[in-house]
């Protein structure tokens, strides 16, 4: 059944997975969300009488919903921007949005809006409430209707701080607008509707959407056309919950690094194992700091002793304690902390306490990350040169894997069919196969081999191993080839 605009507020307001999301990108709103409330209950009249679909009521049925009109309240207050682009004004709910937080902002400013229809400007003022045509009348909404939004923006000369678009949802028109943008406006933060209604979209995500027999037959393009035009390197991309979702594109205003989820414990996580004799907790440590950086790694501290913790927090780490006493768990601990505490295209790397990397490690990483969607690893596995027969992997025959082999500027990669529980992802990879990932870590040994399979054979997700090896696991049996490690 599909939720109502009016019970939203309240239960988007009490949502913990919402507040969340709020105070990761705005801090503490609470100020805010009470001005965007006053405003929303003689707003929301308005949203149910203009919905473009005439059903209004229904959330998801035709404009931004409470939780996504408030995320546009809050980035127009925030920013203050000069000015404001919308791209599809429709009946003009948005519009109002942008336009009553902009006067809030007692700025001199516009909201330049254009729509190949002219349903908001056409309508009688009886019908206007809070309203568009207010806004119109005094000069802060700058409306184009009838007009194609590509050749509307090609033509625009005014300084542009803030986009919103809820436009036509097929691809013929997402991706062309969304190069358009980034072309003309790079620096520019986009908000764009329907964002949850994608083909990419998680079970967490689709479960906030209201008309759920819409994703039966509607699959928009927005998401998929923004991840392409946006690279990953210059922009984080993410998503606030909602009816519809509402998906952001944002300049980074920082190096896009790689954040180290490390596992340290005193304790053995399974069998105990030969090492080489540098793989000590301190060497490895210090090692991954050398190549990752100190304020990019996080520590998750299973069970451990004084003398390790004193180490710790000496060098000023970031440490969490945990209790597991399990590899599994500290697994699945840093796991869900690199999930919760991250945006969906942040690169994280979940890292046991017995790897060394060789010089040049994070940048190769971050490589193989920006050019794959999947799994990546520079630990070249033994197991994949060595016959089944003769202990080796399961899918190994005369000494290697039926592979592809690709590059990047600075490495070669193979596709491989699996690696251990060290590798690297996007946060939005770990989410959507946080199932799968949960379903090998819930014994006291991850079970790596059997995870890989499955996304390989449910998903087709590949795992990418550089060539050759920059990383090893520090087993003595096991060492990443053509590598003396014992001098790393």
Known sequence: MAYLLKDLKEKYTNDPIIQSQLKNEFGNYNKLEEEFNLFWEKHIEEVINESSMGNGHIAGAGAVDYNESKVLYFYIRTLKPKNVLEIGHASGCSTVVLARAMEMNNQKGHVYTCDIKGNAVEKPEKNF???????????????????????????????????????????????????????????VIVAYHEWAMSPIASKEELSYVSIKENLQYQKMAEREAFNKEYNLKDYEHFGFYGSCGLGIVKPRTEELNIKVYYRL????????????????????????????????????????NDKTRDYVNSLKLRLIEVNNGTGSGTFRDALNLAIDENKDSDLIYLLEDD????????????????????????????????????????????????TRLVKTNSVHWKITNSTVMSFAARVRRLKDDIELLDKYSSERITDSFRFFTELSQTKGIPVLSSIPGYSTHCESAWLSPLTNWNKI
């Open 355 to 402: 790897f060394l990397h060789k010089p040049n490690s994070s940048n190769l990483l971050k490589e193989g990350l920006l050019s794959f969607n999947g799994y990546i690893t520079l630990y070249d596995h033994p197991d994949k040169y060595i016959n089944k027969e003769q202990g080796g992997n399961p899918f190994i025959e005369q000494n290697g894997e039926v």
């Open 129 to 187: 409430i809070n309203s568009f045509g207010k806004y119109m009348d005094k000069g802060l909404v700058k409306s184009t209707s009838y007009v194609d939004a590509n050749d509307y923006v090609k033509q625009l000369n005014e300084e542009i701080e803030f986009i919103f678009i809820d436009a036509s949802h097929e691809p013929e028109f997402c991706y062309p607008i969304a190069k358009l943008l980034q072309q003309k406006y790079p620096k």
């Open 265 to 304: 414990s005193n304790l053995e996580a399974g069998i105990s194992k030969k090492k080489i004799a540098n793989a000590t907790k301190k060497h490895c440590l210090e090692n991954c700091i050398s190549e990752f950086g100190l304020s990019n790694i996080t520590i998750l501290g299973d069970t451990l």
